[in-house]
């Protein structure tokens, strides 16, 4: 192990993400896979021998990861979907003591689909209606997914209005988003489609490695990507 390493805590190691985020971390020389947790693994005792811990487990670990990271004083990479408010409140007070890069979407490609629906909404105006489309693979867990909530939430901070959301579930698709705006006479598309798992991987590792030494705080990965 070289100096430079990140050591890395893995949550949710046995799952879909847990294992891209192994695999592509074999080809990045500056990351160690360092200590692995699964269901019922105890985490605390995980963290202490690590630089930051990449959460990919289910929403409900996050009161036992929050505690450790007190605990240990150690960065959190969150890539962990579905939190209820208060679970989302319990994130907020960690971050008053140590940084987390909390983001529902990993991948540059879906960050800068973030930055371009900000863009699209402030220059459209009123008169054009925003609505998203968001399709997954049958097995995911919570629906609408957590990107596509981030997209409403950018939306609504600059319409003041609900946005409607379609949710579909079919086969194996990794994830794929649309921003539609209607206006009159006239219709934008933002699309962004996932092939591969790998880039929530590739963008967990590389917020893992930009964390480091951040002082406390609740970042995104606008943040990580230097877009805000
Ligand atoms: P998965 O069901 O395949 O894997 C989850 C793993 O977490 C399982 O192995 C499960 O046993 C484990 N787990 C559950 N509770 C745990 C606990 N308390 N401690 C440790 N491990 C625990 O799911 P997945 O497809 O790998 O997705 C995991 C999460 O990541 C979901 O919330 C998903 O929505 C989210 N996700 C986020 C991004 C992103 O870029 N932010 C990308 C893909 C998936």
Redesign the pocket.
Known sequence: MKKSDVRVLL??A?????KTVRDVARNDPNIQIAAQ???G?P?EPAMKNCDVAID??????ID?ICRAALQTGKSLII????HSQQQRKTIEETAHCAPIVL?????VGVNVLFWLTQKATELLGCDFNPEIVETHHKM?K?APS?TAKTLAEILKAVRNSEIPIQSIREGDVVGEHTVIFRGPGERLELTHHAAS?GI?AL?ALRAAKWVINKPPGLYSMLDVLGLQ
């Open positions: 949550i949710g046995a799952g879909r993400m847990g947790c699964d269901l693994d985490i990919f487990s289910q929403a409900d670990s036992e890539g962990t979907t579905g983001a529902s979407n990993f991948s995911k919570d957590g798992r929530f963008g």
